[in-house]
């Protein structure tokens, strides 16, 4: 059986299927990439730096509590470790129906994302007509922690956004709503995102990729 498997790891090394170690050398835990032509921006990748990573899966509006749950995490570090920003790496991945946290607070007036997501404002008991995350918090939680939430994400790490979500439903509003070819209602709809977001070819991708570049994992919203 030991010859058998010396030859068949020979095999291997010969069509250059397993990396060649010497004696001193031990396979990396993490994966290598070989460089590609790809439309999509992944420079996000290489900013993910420190001890610290962490990736949120936001799969769900929910009042914003994903985003807020990484400002939690910023927080929590600092005080329990003193963790520097430049200790913590946080990754948003906005997916799924939290796709709309994606947008700026005149899409979502212009489409009342607040009756399409059930968000009231506490003061008008009205659906809101701005993103729950940008500006102050609706939840009655300290604004030093949690007010513009995702702001303050986009400042200590990386949001990232599921192309796939965005077009199915975002793409897919605009050209419902304004009579226009999904081209032109793409081109509309990027016009809107949050300044600082990243398209990513799906919320899957960009989870898993996240976790690749040593991220921890957590559900942050009800799946």
């Given at each position: 059986?030991?010859?058998?498997?010396?030859?068949f790891l020979g095999a291997l090394l010969a069509a250059g299927l397993v990396p060649a170690l010497d004696g001193n050398s031990a396979p990396s835990v993490l994966p290598s990439f070989r460089p590609s032509v790809s439309p999509w921006d992944l420079s996000w990748v290489n900013k993910i730096k420190g001890p610290h990573r962490a990736v949120f899966d936001c799969v769900q509006v929910n009042m914003g509590l994903g985003v807020l749950r990484a400002c939690l995490w910023l927080k929590d570090y600092a005080e329990v470790y003193g963790a520097t920003p430049a200790?913590?790496?946080?990754?948003?991945v906005l997916r799924h129906e939290a796709i709309w946290l994606a947008m700026d607070d005149m899409f979502w007036e212009h489409h009342k994302l607040g009756v399409e997501t059930k968000i009231t404002d506490p003061a008008t008991k009205a659906p809101i007509k701005r993103n729950p995350v940008i500006g102050?918090?609706?939840l009655g939680l300290p604004s030093a922690m949690a007010d513009d939430s995702l702001k303050k994400v986009l400042a200590a790490g990386t949001v990232l956004a599921c192309n796939l979500a965005f077009s199915l439903d975002v793409?897919?509003?605009?050209?419902?709503?304004?009579?226009?070819?999904?081209?032109?209602?793409?081109?509309?709809a990027l016009?809107?995102?949050?300044?600082?977001?990243?398209?990513?070819?799906?919320g899957v991708f960009a989870t898993l990729r996240a976790q690749e570049a040593g991220c921890h994992y957590l559900l942050a919203t009800d799946a």
């Open positions: 059986m030991t010859g058998d498997r010396r030859e200790d913590m790496s946080p990754v948003v102050a918090n609706l793409v897919r509003r605009v050209q419902e709503m304004m009579k226009l070819d999904e081209a032109k209602a793409r081109e509309m016009q809107h995102i949050v300044p600082g977001i990243i398209l990513q070819p799906s």
